[in-house]
């Protein structure tokens, strides 16, 4: 039976990329660094505590981490900042190559892409050959962070917000899959990526700046429904999923022999409503959740429901609920969000709010 909120939008709701979580050794000296070049300055939380809820995919012991949550309020998806406490962080075995299974880079949105990739050069960033066009003929570079991890910065006409980073949020992420057609069902049917960008397979030119001259891969773009809703929809904006799957050899498992929380893309998440009927249709669909909160957790200043999935070469699929949201901390506002329509976007003034908690260098 499908649940309706308030005989309006049917449950569950997925208002887009909340965040993608990055395992790194040292979360502050790393939120530093994508402060300043990837313009996440907004924490939504910082805290410190127990991942006990996720000894599934931390070798069946409770570790200890801490995990800054950070925004760009221009629009698109955060970053959770992730580092274990209780250990050292593992690394690759294997350098990761394109077509890995898992997270093999994030998109981040640009509005000028030149004067980016201008600006990261002079800066002496670790920019990937030069400015291309995609299959779609949208303009993009690639980037890798000090800490070895992939970023496809792209234009976008998606925004929540002018202001003076060169970069938006997240605007989607590129997945390594073994095989895209089985894939598809997770990324379309249950978190609703139904508009298809293009398909195609062969070499693919705009990817050599990584090193792929000669390597054919199969490649499908999906973009997120136009009629996404829910409070965080419009700070979320549009995103996009591109999987991609290696012909020429076999791919390796990204995480092989290591945990979640270890170095590098450790999950994508998403913000949805009706985390029960979220669970019900992820069964059917044949992605039955492998973690659930079941009730509200608390990070410090936010609160709220979250669950786990993989897709179907084990890629983390996390989901958050959330309850409650530092809307400007400092004064003391914290916005409630049981109780509201979960259609229902937040008014834009009342998001802007959230640049009170902004942290500047």
């Known amino acids: 039976m499908v649940r309706r909120s308030n005989n309006s939008k049917s449950l569950p709701i997925i208002s887009g990329i909340q965040q993608v979580g990055i395992g790194v050794s040292n979360a502050k000296e790393a939120w530093k660094w994508y402060r300043k070049y990837f313009g996440m300055d ?19 012991i409770a570790e200890q981490r801490y995990a800054i949550l950070a925004m760009n309020m221009q629009g698109g998806g955060g970053f959770e900042v992730w580092q274990y406490t209780s250990k050292d962080p593992l690394a690759p075995k294997q350098k990761v190559e394109l077509g890995d299974l898992g997270i093999n ?44 991890n992939l970023f496809q910065v792209e234009e976008s006409d998606s925004w929540f917000n002018l202001g003076k980073s060169l970069t938006g949020g ?14 598809l069902p997770l990324y379309q049917n249950l978190l609703g990526y139904t508009e298809l960008i293009y398909k195609n397979s062969g070499i693919q030119n705009d990817l050599a700046g990584l090193g792929n001259e000669e390597i054919e891969y199969k490649r499908i773009k999906i973009q997120s429904s136009p009629d996404r809703c829910g409070a965080f929809s419009e700070l979320l904006c549009q995103t996009e999923i591109e999987l991609i799957s290696c012909q020429d050899r076999k791919p390796n498992k990204i995480f092989q022999d290591r945990f979640w929380g270890d170095l590098g893309f450790i999950h994508l998440c998403f913000d949805i409503r009706g985390m029960a009927e979220l669970e019900m249709k992820a069964s059917s669909l044949g992605f039955s959740f492998t973690v659930n909160s079941a009730n509200s957790f608390d990070m410090g200043k936010a609160a709220g429901q979250f669950a786990y999935c993989e897709d179907p070469d084990g890629t983390l699929i996390e989901f958050v609920e959330t309850h ?22 937040l008014p834009k003034w009342m998001l802007k709010l959230l640049s009170f908690n902004r942290v500047k260098d």
Do not use: W
């Open 42 to 60: 907004i924490p939504v939380f910082e805290d410190a505590a127990t991942a006990s809820l996720m000894t599934r995919y931390t070798n069946n």
């Open 105 to 148: 880079a994030i998109k981040i949105r640009a509005r000028d892409i030149v004067k980016t990739f201008q600006y990261f050069k002079e800066e002496g960033l670790n920019v990937l050959g030069k400015i291309v066009k995609s299959p779609d003929g949208k303009s993009h570079f690639f980037i890798k962070d000090p800490y070895n």
């Open 170 to 183: 997240v605007s989607g992420c590129i997945i390594g899959v073994s095989d895209i057609e089985k894939s």
């Open 324 to 345: 409650k949201v530092p809307i400007a901390a400092k004064f003391g506002f914290f916005l409630n969000l049981r109780n509201r329509k979960p259609e229902k976007h």
